[in-house]
């Protein structure tokens, strides 16, 4: 069978295209690149639902990782992937979130202090489930270069239990505390869940001008895939 480095860590999909009904990600740093987005269209036009949960910009600690996904992130809506991005305000984290660059688990997120010294809410855990049976759990990217570095790493488990709960914590996570990333007239909307303390946006939500702005600058030099 399919090895787990084929997986998550270097942008091959391995055993994400053997799925049959449901694969959610999360990742803190998501830019899928051409072949990953083939797969997905695979998957979605065999009704496979492709949930992915990942940083908004403001959560963010990599910009430049940001820049990348930001090119992606149409194509990904209009194909039919559920895109969801974490919200940086700590008030709405999800339960077990830890200390300032702590994890919240093993597919939990973690909670970063930024520059500026003001805590945000930030996921670091990289996790892909196959149909609630499969698990692949990798290690965050802590830079641009750990990819080049083969640095890596990623554990494939199949277990239905482990499975589940970090489905269990996904779904949590969605329903709580990101927005949901969806296209009207051919602009992007921030969409917050049902009955969340925050409310929808059409801009990169809670980023300032100046990042919005950086993240445009670095478009041209952002990576083509860090999945």
Same mark, same amino acid.
């Given at each position: 069978?399919?090895?787990?480095?084929?997986?998550? +860590?270097?942008?091959? =999909?391995? $055993?994400?295209?053997?799925?049959? #009904?449901? @694969?959610?990600?999360?990742? &803190?740093? /998501?830019? $899928?690149?051409?072949?990953?987005?083939?797969? /997905?269209?695979?998957?979605?036009?065999?009704? @496979?639902? +492709? #949930?992915?949960?990942?940083?908004?910009?403001?959560?963010?600690?990599? &910009?430049?990782?940001?820049?990348?996904?930001?090119?992606?992130? =149409?194509?990904?809506?209009?194909?039919? @992937?559920?895109?969801?991005?974490?919200?940086?305000?700590?008030?709405?984290? $999800?339960?077990? @979130?830890?200390?300032?660059?702590?994890?919240?688990?093993?597919?939990?997120?973690?909670?970063?202090?930024?520059?500026?010294?003001?805590?945000?809410?930030?996921?670091?855990?990289?996790?892909?489930?196959?149909?609630?049976?499969?698990? +692949?759990?990798?290690?965050?990217?802590?830079?641009?270069?750990?990819?080049?570095?083969?640095?890596?790493?990623?554990?494939?488990? #199949?277990?239905?239990?482990?499975?589940?709960?970090?489905?269990?914590?996904?779904?949590?996570?969605?329903?709580?505390?990101?927005?949901?990333?969806?296209?009207?007239?051919?602009?992007?909307?921030?969409?917050?869940? &049902?009955?969340? &303390? /925050?409310?929808?946006?059409?801009?990169? =939500?809670?980023?300032?001008?100046?990042?919005?702005?950086?993240?445009?600058?670095?478009? =041209?030099?952002?990576?083509?895939?860090?999945?």
């Amino acid at each position: 069978g399919p090895q787990a480095g084929e997986t998550v +860590v270097d942008g091959r =999909p391995g $055993p994400i295209r053997g799925a049959r #009904r449901e @694969v959610p990600i999360i990742s &803190p740093y /998501f830019v $899928p690149g051409q072949q990953m987005m083939s797969t /997905f269209a695979e998957l979605r036009a065999r009704g @496979v639902a +492709v #949930r992915v949960l990942t940083n908004s910009l403001a959560s963010n600690d990599a &910009p430049a990782a940001h820049a990348g996904y930001a090119r992606y992130r =149409p194509a990904l809506v209009r194909m039919g @992937v559920e895109l969801h991005e974490m919200r940086a305000d700590p008030e709405t984290a $999800p339960v077990g @979130v830890g200390g300032s660059g702590g994890s919240g688990g093993v597919l939990g997120s973690g909670l970063g202090g930024s520059k500026g010294g003001k805590s945000r809410a930030s996921l670091h855990s990289k996790a892909v489930i196959i149909d609630r049976h499969l698990s +692949v759990i990798g290690s965050m990217n802590l830079d641009l270069r750990s990819k080049l570095q083969n640095s890596e790493v990623a554990l494939l488990i #199949r277990s239905g239990k482990l499975a589940q709960q970090g489905a269990a914590l996904i779904e949590s996570s969605l329903s709580a505390s990101a927005y949901r990333v969806l296209l009207e007239d051919g602009h992007l909307l921030w969409q917050a869940p &049902p009955g969340a &303390p /925050f409310d929808d946006s059409r801009t990169e =939500p809670e980023a300032g001008l100046g990042l919005r702005l950086l993240v445009k600058v670095l478009g =041209p030099l952002a990576p083509g895939e860090m999945l």
